[in-house]
């Protein structure tokens, strides 16, 4: 009923730039929060950005001042533009998007996009 589609992965060099995005469609009414995660290998998925429907973020330590989450509540679109990229920011990033069931809901669903890989090496 709803799809989150990433784009924008690929590999880039240390010091290099990314930006992601991420489409919800389906039945959706509303969003809440949406949200960048990641795992690299052997690790956790961890969340890198936040950003609720009024346009408050929060990052993690990790990749402020790098990275910055945007959204575009008409398109239901989030966005993730990386910068200074790191090799450790290498790992799969999927997108969240926080959905009620129907209007006037208290709880949300948390869809998940299916990930893109984001490698950076020289």
């Known amino acids: 009923q709803v799809q989150l589609v990433e784009s924008g992965g690929g590999l880039v060099q240390p010091g290099g730039s990314l930006r992601l995005s991420c489409a919800a469609s389906?039945?959706?009414?509303?969003?809440?929060?949406m949200g960048w995660y990641r795992q690299a290998p052997g690790k956790q998925r961890e969340l890198v950005a936040a950003?609720?429907?009024?346009?408050?973020?929060n990052y993690a330590d990790s990749v402020k001042g790098r990275f910055t989450i945007s959204r575009d509540n008409a398109k239901n679109t989030v966005s993730l533009q990386m910068n200074s990229l790191k090799p450790e920011d290498t790992a799969v990033y999927y997108c969240?998007?926080?959905?009620?069931?129907?209007?006037?809901?208290?709880?949300?669903?948390?869809?998940w996009g299916q990930g893109t890989q984001v490698t950076v090496s020289s």
């Open positions: 950003i609720t429907s009024g346009g408050s973020t």
């Open positions: 969240s998007a926080d959905i009620p069931p129907k209007i006037g809901a208290r709880t949300n669903f948390r869809y």
């Open positions: 389906g039945s959706i009414f509303s969003i809440n929060a």
